[in-house]
Structure formats: C-alpha cells, structure tokens
C-alpha cells in the first residue's frame, strides 16, 4: 500500500482502493496475478472505450473542418455510430485470397494488435498508476514499437499481390525512416531525468518556477525542439496523415492492407488507432510532464485527469493536422526524415547536453545568455536545413496552360 | 545437471544448429541467418555465465553482448548489402556459382 | 525456474531447426526471427531486462526487416529457396554431420566441468549500472563500436546502391 502523499485528494486514491478491494477477495499468494489481470483488463477496456470515442469525435470533428456535418443519423449526435461500424465489420464475410499464405495472414493483424497493446503496459497513467515499473521502461515501449513493423511486412507478404507487396515495402520504408528521428528525439529526454524509468522521468518534471510555471520538458527549448521532431515522426510512425501514403485510397487500393476484410481489417484499424494513443501517450509522459499538474494549487485535481486531459489535446491536434494538411509523396516524405528530421534531432542532443550542462548558470544575465544559445541552437539548424531543402521550389510554370 | 549447464547445453545446441544451417544451405542469406544464430548462440553463453558467475563481476557479461550485438547488426547489414550485390552480377544467390573472382 | 529455462530452450531450438529446413525464404526468415526472440526471452529469465528489450528491438526490428528487404530484393523468377543441384544431399549429410561433431564436442566439454558449489544470487543489472560501465571503463570501445556502424551504414549503402547510373533528383 503506497502511503498518501500530503497533496492528495480522495479521488487520487480511488483506482487504488478499488484495486485493493477487488484484490482482497483472493487468497493471498495470487493477489499480484489478480492485480496484474486487473491492470490488463482496465487499459484494454479503457483504451477500447476511447478508441470507439476517438474515430467518432474524429469523423465529426474531421466533417466539420470540411464543412460537413460528420455521422449524426445512428443515435443522437452520431454516438452509436462506432457501435453501428463494429458491428458491419464484424458480420462482413471474411475474404481470404486463394493463393495466400493463411497463417501468415491471419497471424499479421494478430502480431500488430498485440505488440500494439504491450506498449501501454509502461505508461504511467497517474501517480499510483503504473502498470508496469519497469528500469529500462522507454526501452522496452519502442522495442514493441519496432516489432509491430514486422506485421506490416507479414500482411503485405501473405496476401499474394504483388501490389500489396509494394505498399507494404513502402509502408516498411517509411515507418523504418522515422524510427530513428523518433529514438534520437527521446534521448535527450532520458539524459535530462537520467533514467530510462518513465516514472522517474515523469518524476523530474515535477517542478515549479513561482508555482505557476511547469518545468516540463517542452517548455525548454531543447525539449520544445525535440517534441516537435517527436511528434512528426509519431504522425509517421502511426501512419497519420499527412503521412499516411500506406493506406491512402489512392494508393494502390489499401497498400498492405488491400486483401484484408471484415475483422481483420478492423483489427488493423484498431492497431493503428492504439499506435497513435500510445505515441500520444508517450509523447506526454516525455515532454508535457505526464500526470503532473501544470500549476502547484491545481494539484487537488486527480493526477490521472491530467494525464487524460493532456493526452485528448494531443490527438485533438493530430485530428486537426489530418484534417488540414496535404499528404505527402513518398520520396518527400522520406526526404523530411533523412535529411532535415535526422540532423535537427542529432543537433538537438547536442542543444540538451548544453542545457544539462549549464543547468547551474546562476545570475540572471547567464540564465538570460542560456536560453539565447539555446534556442540558437534550435532555431539555426532548423531554418538552414529549412532553406537548404525548399530551395528551387518556387512558384508552379505550367506548360499548357496560358501564362 | 545445474541451471548453468542446462544453459551452456542450450547455446551449444543454438549454435550448432546455426552451423549446420550454415553449411548444408546454398543460398547466401540463409548461410547469413547461420552465422548470425551463432553469434547469438555465444552472447547466450555471456549471459548464462554472468548469472550464474562468480559475484562482484559487475555487468561485464552484458556489456560484451551488447558490443556483440552492435556488430552482428553492422555485419548483417553488410553482408545482405554484399548479397544484394552478388545478385546483381548473377541473377541469384546460390552460394556455389559465386565461385569467380571477376564477374 | 529451470522449467521456464526448458521451455524456452526448446521453443527456440525448434523454430532455429524449422527455419533450416523450411524451403521458403521469407518462412525461413520470419522462423529465424521467432528464434531471436526465444533468445530475449532468455535473456528476460536470466535477468537481463535491458539486453532483452535491446535484443527484440535490433534484431527482431531491424535486422528481420534487413533481411527481409535482402530476400525480396534478391528473388528469383521462378520459385525460390534453393533448388536441388547436383551434390546437393552429400553436402547437406556432410554438413550435418560435422554440426553434430561439434555439437557432440562441445556438450563433452560442459557436460565434464562438475557443476557449481553453492547457489549463486542472481546479479540485478540497473540501466544506471549498465551505463556507468560502458561509459567509465569501455568508453573507447562504444566510440569504436559508433564508428564501426556508421562505417558499416555507409558501407552497406554503397555496396547496395551499385554502380546503377543516378538519374537527377525529383523535384520537391
């Protein structure tokens, strides 16, 4: 039982107590697996509840930046709309091609799925909720992260098409691409809180300046930097747009997932959607300071509000990225990760060790020259490399059209 | 029969396994594969020997996988590129007809 | 414990064997990768958290995709694995053969060393220790192993590009 720490309220130590209840009417010796069954069964239930709220809220809030209404026939304001999908897809006929690999492609979306949900196991969700304490916790979430590329490969691999093939080598390229802008944004993180423990770097941002300013990591300019980079290669890596040329209707049907219906489609949509929480998920355990409230005397709000809060701002941002920028080409899209989120973030590494390092500056005209060099070191880099690339793009000559 | 030598059994048996797919296969990637179950098959043996080892080593046996896990990773890069290569000149990847010094 | 030791054993050893012996390259391969992550599961029983997480995640995700990327590169028209040539069983014999000599050798040497005194106490490895370590007393090793990759990226980048003509660069 962990002890109450004085800036609790009852409602903070709510989960707990119902957790200890619920564990309490086992013997003994198998009250960890209870907790830990527990545990499992709440962030999957809890998750599928927002992922059903997530592709509504999506659609409508998606209609509405098109000026469109959005689903609003099924149930008031559309609200039994995600009930109405799943269960379309879950009576459509389950088509598997003649000549398929079946195990490999029943095994794809499975894979997917599952190395999807273990992702979650690492994220603190409030003060006391903590699925997994893990010391190499950061780790352990891009390990699963990686492993989830293999089953793009396996559902492209297995369903005999050779168009389906190339989406998913395609799709390969572009998740292995911004891998590594992803990995190097994080480290800077880890090097700032000196663990790979997500609770003990949501612990090192639990601080104040004047009891109203957070120092969470995004309001550095380091961390501002590398949260950027992070959150591009997270739209990237969850195959959002305006990077989601794998599964765009225009591209070759459905890339991978061409040959897939019913419920393994919605498995791989489940996958994606969960992909894209988690990401989301992590980029606020990172850089926006977890479960920490942003203010000293906002503390009474439970901490897995917070958490909540700050994770819904997150994807509402990415639904408005999706619904306002184009997609990009494929060689564009590699070209950003190679050669302009790559560079930054490696620069950026360099930005934070400085920042470490000169975290003892006293006086304020050394504080003052601190954050100068800081964002120089951020700011430079980032409209060089900015030039560099968009050079000779200039306004569009067309050939046959009059001047 | 100890934890530790059920262990060693285990990597002896992984890396002659690795061996004897590197050998009785023609084709270059899967002779690759071979090679890299062997390197796997050692760093099993680091491990092995570092749980159950004379205390007070410190985390010597984990740091040596590591290293070889780094260049295992660099040689299978280098070796499928090499393949990628060898495919180039010949149109396919059986080991025996890679016999030439000169393409 | 020694259980768990046993099923991962097994589990490993089988899907090695089975990636051997299967025809089909891309089976063979996503076999392998099932062995590799026999192979974390082990380190995870042995308690190396860290090498096991680093261990799915350069092998099972990036060097599986390698070779996955290698094998669809490098496919043949007609069919693929290898086809039967002339000699082809006499080398797989002699090949199983010598694997089994020294598999016969080395189980020898282990089985002979009399097994250890008194139950050791499993070593805990902290990142933080890790770390420390590799930063204190291997510091010119991680520089050389930093070196070794990148020299081994720009290496395989070359190798793999050939000498194919380069066409200009599409417009942004």
Not at chain 1, 187 to 212: D, H
Not at chain 3, 97 to 110: E, Q, S
Not at chain 3, 147 to 164: H, K, Q, R, S, W
Request: hydrophobic share 60%; charged share 10%; glycine share 8%.
């Amino acid at each position: 039982m962990t002890p109450a720490l004085p800036a609790e309220s009852w409602l903070e130590r709510v989960p707990l107590t119902v957790r200890d209840l619920v564990t309490g009417l086992f013997p003994a010796p198998w009250r960890w697996l209870a907790g830990s069954v527990l545990a499992i069964l709440a962030v999957v239930l809890g998750f599928g509840l927002l992922f059903t709220l997530l592709t509504l809220v999506e659609r409508k809030a998606l209609g509405r930046m098109q000026n469109r209404p959005g689903p609003n026939r099924t149930g008031p304001f559309g609200l039994l709309q995600p009930i109405a999908d799943g269960i379309k897809l879950l009576v459509k006929e389950d088509i598997v091609p003649f000549a398929a690999d079946r195990p490999l492609h029943f095994l794809a979306p499975v894979v997917l799925v599952a190395f999807t949900l273990l992702t979650f196991a690492v994220i603190p969700y409030g003060r006391h909720l903590l699925p997994v304490d893990l010391d190499a916790a950061v780790l352990f979430f891009f390990a699963a992260g990686a492993a989830t590329e293999l089953a793009v490969f396996m559902a492209g691999w297995s369903s005999h098409n050779k168009y389906s093939l190339l989406a998913a080598m395609r799709a390969l390229a572009q998740l292995i691409s911004y891998e590594l802008p992803l990995l190097l944004a994080v480290v800077p993180e880890v090097m700032r809180a000196g663990s790979l423990s997500t609770a003990a770097i949501v612990a090192a941002q639990g601080r104040w300046t004047l009891g109203i300013l957070p120092h969470w990591s995004v309001a550095t300019p380091g961390g501002a930097a590398a949260f950027l980079i992070f959150m591009t290669a997270a739209l990237a890596e969850s195959n959002r747009s305006p990077f989601d040329l794998p599964e765009a209707e225009s591209e070759l049907i459905a890339g991978h997932l061409t040959e897939y219906s019913g419920f393994k489609y919605a498995l791989f949509f489940l996958a994606e959607y969960l992909g894209m929480t988690a990401l989301c998920a992590m980029a606020v355990t990172l850089f926006l300071g977890g479960w920490q409230a942003p203010c000293v005397f906002l503390q009474f709000v439970p901490s897995y509000v917070w958490f909540f809060l700050k994770l819904a701002a997150l994807l509402a941002l990415l639904i408005w990225i999706r619904g306002t920028l184009p997609r990009l080409r494929l060689d564009q899209l590699m070209r950003l990760s190679w050669k302009f989120l790559v560079p930054l973030a490696l620069i950026n590494l360099g930005t934070v060790a400085f920042w470490q390092l000169s975290a003892g500056w006293e006086p304020l005209p050394a504080r003052a020259a601190r954050w100068a060099v800081a964002l120089l070191l951020v700011l430079g880099p980032f409209v060089a490399l900015g030039q560099r690339l968009g050079a000779g793009v200039g306004p569009r000559r067309y050939r046959y059209a009059p001047a | 029969m100890s934890a530790l030598t059920l262990c060693l059994l285990f990597s002896s048996a992984l890396f002659a396994v690795g061996l004897a797919g590197a050998l009785c296969r023609g084709n270059a990637i899967l002779v690759l594969l071979g090679i890299e179950l062997m390197l796997n098959a050692a760093n099993l043996n680091f491990i092995a020997f570092w749980r159950y080892g004379p205390p007070g080593a410190g985390a010597t046996g984990p740091v040596f996988v590591l290293f070889a896990i780094a260049v295992a990773a660099a040689e299978a890069a280098v070796g499928l590129a090499l393949v990628i290569a060898v495919y180039r000149h010949q149109r396919n990847i059986r080991l025996a007809e890679a016999v030439r010094l000169k393409g | 414990m020694t259980a768990v030791l046993v099923i991962v054993a097994v589990c490993t050893l089988a899907a090695a064997a089975v990636a051997f012996a299967l025809r089909p390259l891309v089976h063979s391969a996503l076999c392998l990768v099932l062995a590799w992550a026999g192979v974390a599961a082990f380190y995870l029983w042995a308690g190396a958290e860290f090498l096991a997480f680093a261990q799915v995640l350069v092998y099972v995700g990036a060097i599986s995709m390698v070779v996955l990327f290698a094998v669809l590169l490098t496919r043949r028209q007609s069919g693929e694995g290898d086809s039967r040539v002339a000699g082809a069983a006499r080398r797989v014999a002699a090949g199983l053969a010598v694997a089994a000599l020294v598999a016969g050798v080395l189980g020898r040497a282990v089985l002979a060393v009399p097994p250890a005194s008194a139950p050791v106490a499993p070593p805990t490895l902290g990142v933080r220790q890790l770390g420390g370590e590799l930063a204190d007393g291997h510091a010119a090793a991680l520089l050389a192993a930093g070196a070794l990759l990148t020299v081994a990226l720009i290496g395989a980048v070359v190798l793999a590009a050939g000498d194919a003509g380069r066409h200009g660069e599409d417009p942004p």
